[in-house]
């Protein structure tokens, strides 16, 4: 877990590829923090309009805001992993140049990522307390949730960054594989307002507990959208999953940190 | 082990080249046999101890080993056998601009790039002005460092690299940029490094450069250790290895001569007015060189070119003649040049000769130093060139005659 330790231990190093990064991020002004945050409202403003004006498929008050709770989760999660990838064979001058903790480079990326997903929070939760009045006593319970899914956000980071220094086509099929798992993740819906998994409690179970994301998706929901605490199990799941993710980035790292170095 | 101190035992770095650039993860699964990679020892059973206050120069032919033996001292790669022991803090340029951000200013930069070498920032602070000072950006410190030339993003990159205190400095060829005034500033500080009784690790195909900084040098064949010692006697086996070599780039670079062959110059001499050859002149003396061209293919009349350089290298004149004019019929000539009066005064000069074709688009054949001599002056004359010409004292727009 040294690997994790290294941004507390080299905080110089960390904070100036965080700066670096944060300024490819946003390109240096608060202006950019603003337009990260305009394609998660876009992404909210389409689905309200399709899935509950158009096919009225969800019949949720503040839809808008139910979308949104959502994709502050997914939406760090899968843009911190996907930036994260190309952030070793992005830079191979600095890799090969001289020995440093390179598995900072993928952690910067999710530190900017926090920021963006901090900037969302925000506005989630000013919002939701505004129409959401019983949000007040239980959306602060959001924010501790938070250290598992950057946990679970960094070990697939490093994992990611590493294997595609070797395999290059990993950073497409990333792509390719997060469409369809944003479908399958409840963002826009809930499982237990799908028609088709009514009486199918086994479908729901695999879909809910198969897909690793959900439970991170609901449980910070639960509390900034419901007004609901977090359910015990799914907390003690994200913890898991948080750990299980920085466990298996440190041991990519350990095999892949000298292939790193060659294939670039 | 004090700091600034290397010591190898029998290392050796092999990797694995796959066939394609880049292997994709659909490739490795779909069709695994096509991947069969080809094992490539970079570096073979080196062992050498470098201590501190050394400087020692790495050359070799390209892919020899060389930048991947200094890569496995700058820890990026890691010995795939063997014992590698590098302690002390290590400032590299093996790469240009390492870890620059184009956007970010000359300033930022430094902070970013010192980090990667392992300083903290009241560090970086403390030698700031040092940096600022020896990269000469003066105001130009405070914009992105994309609007930089290349000259002045590498003057930035050896600046912070030579600045971070290292206790080793690994270079790689790449300072060769910039102008004559900062190559020579870069040349000093890397000398003051030595007695500093830092440790230099460089690798150069420049027989002179390893020369003047370097007080031993290694020689790498397929990464295997050739020798290790003396560099003068490290650049004549190098030259030597050179000597079956090709490809014109690698030759330019360690060897005197390279061309396209269509036609050579040989038995380049020099002549007093006596006819006998010399390599020592008096100022104003005649001067004659003589050469041979061998046409080695049906060419057109080529022209000739005769180079005078000082010492150093640098340009002095040309004398350029199309063989054409003087009546060259297409078989092997012998051809004369002839200066009546030496104009050079004093010290040590070159020729280099080459033959081109009419246009100067192709180079048949170019020798560097082909031949060298010393000047000596006569009389009061000082410096490079003879500059002589008739005094006179004039009055009221009328020269004085002086008395006999």
Known sequence: MNLYADVVRYPDLFMNIFRRELHGKYRGSILGLFWTLINPLALMAVYTFVFSILLEAFDVEHYPLFILSGLVTWFFFQSAVQMACSSLFGQPSLVKQVRFPRHLLPLAVVATNVVTLGAMLAVVVAVNLIFIPETRSTFWAAFPLLVPLVALASGL?????????VYRDVEHLLLTIFLPWFFLTPVFYNFDRVPGLNDRPGLTSILYWGNFVSPFVRSIRDPLFYGRWPRFVDVIYMILVGAAALAVGVLVARRMDDQVATHL | MTDGSIVA???????????????????????????????????????????????????????????????L??????????????????????????????????????????????????????????IID???LGKFIDLP????????????????????????????????????????????????????????????????????????????????MEYDGEPSEAIRRYQELLAGEEDPAERA???????????????????????????????????????????????????????????????LSRAERGLGDLGWDG???????????????EGRFQLNVALTDAAHSLRYHSVEKAAEFTVDPQGESRGFFVFEGDWALEREGKVVEAEA
């Open chain 2, 253 to 315: 670079a360690g060897l005197r001569e390279w061309g396209t062959g269509e036609a050579r110059v040989k038995d380049v001499r020099i002549e007093g007015s006596d006819g006998q050859t010399r390599d020592m002149f008096v100022a104003g003396e005649p001067f004659v060189v003589r050469l041979r061209v061998e046409p080695r293919a049906k060419i057109e009349p080529p022209r000739l070119l005769i180079e005078l350089r000082d010492a150093s290298g640098s340009l």
């Open chain 2, 9 to 71: 035992e029998h290392v050796s770095r092999h990797f694995r080249v796959y066939p394609t650039r880049h292997v994709t993860l659909k490739e490795a699964i779909v069709r695994r046999k096509h991947l069969r990679p080809v094992e490539v020892w970079a570096v073979r059973d080196v062992s050498l101890r470098i201590e501190p206050g050394e400087s020692v120069g790495f050359m070799g032919r390209n892919g020899s080993g060389k930048t991947t033996f200094l890569r």
């Open chain 2, 145 to 224: 460092i994309r609007t930089y030339s290349a000259g002045m993003y590498m003057r930035l990159a050896f600046s912070v690299a030579t600045n971070v205190d290292a206790d080793i400095l690994l270079l790689d060829e790449v300072f060769a940029v910039g102008d004559e005034a900062f190559q020579r500033k870069c040349v000093d500080r890397i000398l003051q490094y030595k007695e500093r009784g830092k440790t230099l690790a460089f690798v150069s195909h420049s027989g002179p450069a390893v020369e003047r900084m370097c007080d031993r040098a290694v020689l790498l064949r397929q990464g295997a």
């Open chain 2, 331 to 345: 078989s092997e000539a012998s051809v004369r040049f002839e200066v009546e009066s030496l104009p050079l005064v």
């Open chain 1, 157 to 165: 980071a490093v994992v990611f960054s590493y294997v595609a220094v």
């Open chain 2, 134 to 136: 020896f990269s000469e």
């Open chain 2, 73 to 130: 001292l700058a820890g990026v790669y890691r010995p795939s056998s063997g014992k590698l022991r590098v302690k002390g803090r290590v400032g590299a340029l093996l790469e240009l601009g390492a870890g620059f951000h184009p956007d970010f200013t000359g300033r930022e930069n430094i902070y970013l790039s010192a980090s990667i070498y392992g300083l903290k920032r009241q560090e970086v602070d403390r030698r700031l002005e040092a």
